[in-house]
T-cell receptor
Framework: SAVISQKPSRDICQRGTSLTIQCQVD?????MFWYRQQPGQSLTLIAT?????????ESGFVIDKFPISRPNLTFSTLTVSNMSPEDSSIYLC??????????FGQGTRLTVV | GENVEQHPSTLSVQEGDSAVIKCTYS??????FPWYKQELGKRPQLIID?????GEKKDQRIAVTLNKTAKHFSLHITETQPEDSAVYFC????????????FGKGTSLLVTP
């Protein structure tokens, strides 16, 4: 199974600022995704991170708010821009190798004050 | 898009009893159905999955059943143990989405000794 390193594990940020979350995988993966998990709730897909091209966003999520990069097959970043308290959540990256299961990073717990 | 409904939202059982969690989905194109267990403060971990060409799958005390005609699938845990206490999420996805998962709202399972 893929080993996923997600950084930072947690952060407290001022409203109006931006935070970039990194997801590093120890091997090349087919697909990478970003999810949001609001407190006590389920996981919601933000976008599919496409290698070498623009991410594919789900309804309700836009590139200006959540810019995503994926420069290669082992690394991706998610930026949460112009943050407000409503952005306080856990953000998780997920990877898929071939046709196997989806693995999750340990998550980034973001608190916006 | 896909809509996954999950019931119940909370479930309390005595140790040794069985637990059943049910999910329904809306997109007939969905053909991969994983179940994830998430302990407090940890990442979701896959416990079992099933694909549309199979009606049932077992792994020790855990089983999943799928009824494609009715568009529902269920998780069965037998001989429950306190360590099974966690939040369980079902998910569904069409394979051509690359495992971009649509999650149910989760079931908080409590197994009391």
């Amino acid at each position: 199974s893929a080993v996923i390193s997600q950084k930072p594990s947690r952060d407290i940020c001022q409203r109006g600022t931006s935070l970039t979350i990194q997801c590093q995988v120890d091997s090349q993966v087919t697909m990478m995704f970003w999810y949001r998990q609001q407190p006590g709730q389920s996981l919601t897909l933000i976008a599919t991170a496409n290698q070498g091209s623009e991410a594919t966003y789900e309804s309700g999520f836009v590139i200006d708010k959540f810019p995503i990069s994926r420069p290669n097959l082992t690394f991706s970043t998610l930026t949460v821009s112009n943050m407000s308290p409503e952005d306080s959540s856990i953000y998780l990256c997920s990877v898929v190798q071939g046709k196997t299961e989806a693995f999750f990073g340990q998550g980034t717990r973001l608190t916006v004050v | 898009g896909e809509n996954v409904e999950q019931h119940p939202s909370t479930l309390s059982v005595q140790e040794g009893d069985s637990a059943v969690i049910k999910c329904t989905y809306s997109d007939s194109a969905s053909n991969y159905f994983p179940w994830y267990k998430q302990e407090l403060g940890k990442r979701p971990q896959l416990i079992i999955d099933i694909r549309s060409n199979v009606g049932e799958k077992k792994d020790q005390r855990i089983a999943v059943t799928l009824n494609k005609t009715a568009k529902h699938f269920s998780l069965h845990i037998t001989e429950t143990q306190p360590e099974d206490s966690a939040v369980y999420f079902c998910a569904a996805t069409p394979s051509n989405s690359g495992y971009a998962l649509n999650f149910g709202k989760g079931t908080s399972l409590l197994v009391t000794p």
